[in-house]
């Protein structure tokens, strides 16, 4: 009788527990974090890549194609325009989902997934665009 006692007590005291959570600002501005992750990486990534140019083409890290780890010029080519695409690209998500999120009143949950989408396509499209030009 004691363990169903215990594991009722358990099951009730982390409903209340996930219900303040979930409800809270605490969960807000976790989403923030989460919405604008990919973005600021966006920006990490474009200083990076602006580095990674001039240096050694690398198997390791950089924008890796068949293209670029056979052609010094397509390395450089690669990382010097993918740099100012994800730079441009970054500020313009980093500004777009601070405006979403004050804005568009919905579940911050939902707002989250729509955000990380838009990144995540961005992110998609920048390596697309970036392939076919050195393809050209």
């Known amino acids: 009788i004691s363990t169903k006692i215990a594991i009722i007590l358990v099951g009730k005291l982390s409903k209340i527990i996930l219900k303040n959570i979930v409800g809270s600002k605490f969960m807000e501005k976790i989403f923030w974090v989460v919405d604008l992750i990919l973005p600021v990486c966006m920006l990490i990534l ?15 890290s950089g924008f890796r194609t068949s293209k670029t780890l056979s052609d010094r ?58 392939n076919y030009k050195i393809s050209k």
């Open 46 to 60: 474009s200083f990076y890549y602006k580095r990674k140019a001039t240096q050694n083409i690398s198997i390791v």
């Open 73 to 130: 010029k397509m390395w450089e080519k690669a990382h010097f325009l993918a740099s100012k695409l994800l730079l441009i690209v970054g500020i313009i998500l980093i500004i777009t989902i601070c405006l979403i999120k004050v804005f568009i009143k919905m579940k911050p949950e939902y707002l989250s997934l729509i955000n990380n989408m838009i990144s995540l396509t961005a992110f998609i499209f920048i390596t697309i665009y970036v």
